[in-house]
């Protein structure tokens, strides 16, 4: 779930302007750029070199950049097939400003398409700190790239990726919020620049005895373009298919809503309360997304039971009551046919009428053995009923509903999550009690209460 929303706006970044926030960023990191930059020119001035093959190389480079492949905070691109080259043919001072004006080129139609804000080309500088690492080595060694032994030519490549995760990380932290850890998730794509290079350096090597080899990473970034593509389509589905399960969760909560008022505002504070719980249970993305479609629809299958029923204004029958109880696998058979993510919101909805000692249905579970989403809406949702203000009874007062969520806890509730709800509804602001004119349909509580309560960056 967290990696389809990162993906979602990573693809939709580079449509939109540099924040405030990514400007700066972005000036200090190109600032330390352009001085190391200086350093290495200080260190190695350029000396005259072969200027069409380093040319090509620049070309072969820019093409590389167009090949994007999509990473959640980013994309990769398969340069090091014309970097590697570039490396050998140019000399290393111009190498650190040949990579920005390479990666301008590729940027180029998407700016003139209006697919990129122009404002994004800035970012390029910061994309280009890699090249920083394997320069200042070889600077500092005083020995041209061509010249070097297998020794510097693998220390060279090992300090390109450790600047270029060092950098690359500090700039996602800093622009997209995003832990080192999650990030540290994609780094196996170095395990790829790794064998892109080493099929770069056959190249390089070739290069001044033989000036054609630099057209020969051209084949294989036309299969690599293929594939990113194909990739693009893919996500881009995974993406589309993942809009309309959600929509069609929304429009399913809003036929909740529409077929009885009170239990869809009954149900969007439930949302409410159990994301709140759920955030101090620390529960990742994925959990938060179900927890949440759950939370909104735990009552999406009342709308199979008839109105007469759920609107009866005296006491149901027992015919009645184990109709009622009917909605919980209603539910799940509404979402089941939804699909996808749904099915597992569906098992969580079934669930949220089990009880924590058993006694609850429709299957009888007990203690673990319900699903940790449903044992959170349980508590959110008899704690909403108490709270709510019925044409029967008023809201109770908080001291009233803390005492029998106490009371009840390790019995209907998982003594842990009503732990965790009345830390949440004791700090301020967190209990504005709502108000509609409903009814729940059976006590859920003791029997003391009234009835009815219950990579790059883009």
């Known amino acids: 779930m967290e990696e389809q929303a990162q993906f979602a706006e990573t693809l939709q970044r580079p449509g939109t302007g540099l924040s405030a926030a990514e400007r700066r960023t972005e000036v200090v990191v190109a600032a330390g750029f352009v001085a190391a930059a200086a350093g290495v020119w200080w260190l190695r001035p350029p000396a005259s070199f072969a200027v069409w093959p380093a040319v090509v190389c620049l070309v072969v480079l820019a093409l590389a950049t167009r090949i994007r492949i999509d990473m959640p905070l980013g994309y990769t691109a ?3 097939l014309a970097f590697v080259p570039l490396l050998f043919a140019m000399p290393l001072a111009l190498v650190p400003g040949a990579v920005v004006v390479a990666w301008l080129i590729g940027l180029l139609p998407e700016v003139l398409g209006g697919t990129r804000k ?19 080595v070889f600077a500092l060694a005083g020995t041209a790239p061509r010249h070097a032994g297998a020794v510097l030519l693998l220390g060279a490549l090992s300090v390109q990726f450790v600047v270029d995760l060092v950098v690359s ?3 996602f932290a800093i622009n997209r919020g995003a832990a080192v850890a999650a990030q540290l998730s994609d780094a196996w794509v170095y395990a790829i620049d790794a064998a892109l290079a080493s099929v770069g350096l056959i190249i390089a090597e070739d290069i001044h005895g033989h000036p054609v080899a630099v057209f020969a990473p051209l084949p294989l970034l036309a299969l690599l373009r293929v594939l990113a593509r194909e990739r693009r389509q893919r996500l881009e589905s995974m993406l589309e298919l993942n809009n309309a399960y959600r929509g069609t969760a929304l429009v399913l909560g809003d036929v909740v809503e529409a077929d009885d008022e009170y239990t869809g505002i009954h149900c969007k504070s ?4 159990s994301l709140t719980v759920g955030k101090a249970l620390r529960l990742d993305a994925e959990r938060m997304r179900n927890l949440e479609f759950a939370a909104l629809l735990h009552d999406v299958g009342k709308i199979a039971i008839p109105k007469a029923i759920i609107n009866k204004p005296a006491s149901l029958d027992p015919d009645e009551w184990m109709l009622v109880k009917t909605h919980t696998v209603e539910g799940q058979r509404i979402l089941d046919r939804v699909g996808g993510f749904m099915r597992e919101v ?3 909805v079934r669930s949220h009428h089990e009880r924590w000692d058993g006694a609850g249905y429709p299957d009888r579970l007990a203690g673990d053995a319900i699903p940790l989403e449903a044992r ?3 508590c959110c949702d008899s704690w909403n009923a108490m709270r709510t203000t019925r044409p029967y009874r008023e809201a109770l007062p908080q001291e009233t509903a803390v005492a029998e969520l106490s009371a009840n806890a390790g019995r209907q509730f998982d003594p842990r999550i009503a732990a965790v709800l009345l830390a949440v509804v004791a700090a301020p602001h967190t209990d504005a009690p709502a108000s509609a004119p409903a009814r729940e349909t059976q006590p859920q509580l003791s029997s003391n209460l009234p009835a009815g309560i219950p990579v790059l960056s883009s």
Do not use: K
């Open 346 to 348: 569906g098992v969580i």
């Open 169 to 171: 990380t500090t700039r």
């Open 78 to 80: 398969p340069t090091q």
């Open 270 to 273: 439930v949302v409410a309360l």
């Open 376 to 378: 959170i809406i349980a």
């Open 118 to 136: 122009p404002s994004r080309l800035l970012m390029v500088i910061g994309n280009s700190w890699c090249v920083i690492g394997p320069v200042a």
